[in-house]
């Protein structure tokens, strides 16, 4: 795929986060995707895998935040493989604490399916709402 082609498919993904539905991302993610979280947070590592991605990270945060969760992509820009996206969550922790963090999205496509992700967003935001709150049933480094 171009990188016209490449924005277009995760523009279309980002609309359904906005609408809190991650299926369509789960669904273009390759089998050795990687999302990268930055910072030096409790979440902040690289989780290795399309079944560690929705088990470790997205299960810990389907526990600490009531759904559906969203995230709202507002600029995206593409060149070759890569597709970044600057978006806003729009989130409340179940216990009602706003969780509403800045990201930047770089996106490193491949044969149409997301492969890497490198997620970075406001880590002090991170470590007040949900630092504190990971699941200890989690796997989540610390």
Same mark, same amino acid.
């Given at each position: 795929m171009n990188a016209a082609e490449n924005k277009e498919l995760v523009q279309e993904i980002f609309a359904e986060l906005a609408k809190g539905n991650a299926r369509p991302f789960v669904g273009h993610m390759a089998n !050795?995707? @990687?999302?990268t979280v930055t910072g030096t947070t409790k979440w902040s590592r690289t989780y290795a895998g399309k079944e560690v991605v929705v088990r470790e990270l997205f299960g810990a945060l389907g526990e600490l935040l009531t759904a559906?969760? =969203?995230?709202?992509?507002?600029?995206?820009?593409? !060149?070759?493989d890569y597709v970044v996206v600057e978006a806003h969550g729009k989130n409340t922790t179940k216990d009602r604490v706003p969780y509403n963090n800045s990201y930047c999205? *770089?996106?490193r496509m491949a !044969?149409?399916? /997301?492969?890497? /992700? =490198?997620?970075?967003?406001? =880590?002090q935001? *991170?470590? #007040? *709402?949900?630092?504190?709150? *990971?699941n200890p049933g989690a #796997? /989540? @480094?610390s």
């Amino acid at each position: 795929m171009n990188a016209a082609e490449n924005k277009e498919l995760v523009q279309e993904i980002f609309a359904e986060l906005a609408k809190g539905n991650a299926r369509p991302f789960v669904g273009h993610m390759a089998n !050795d995707f @990687s999302w990268t979280v930055t910072g030096t947070t409790k979440w902040s590592r690289t989780y290795a895998g399309k079944e560690v991605v929705v088990r470790e990270l997205f299960g810990a945060l389907g526990e600490l935040l009531t759904a559906p969760i =969203t995230t709202i992509g507002h600029r995206f820009i593409a !060149d070759g493989d890569y597709v970044v996206v600057e978006a806003h969550g729009k989130n409340t922790t179940k216990d009602r604490v706003p969780y509403n963090n800045s990201y930047c999205f *770089v996106i490193r496509m491949a !044969d149409g399916k /997301l492969q890497e /992700l =490198t997620e970075y967003l406001d =880590t002090q935001m *991170v470590t #007040t *709402v949900l630092g504190e709150r *990971v699941n200890p049933g989690a #796997t /989540l @480094s610390s």
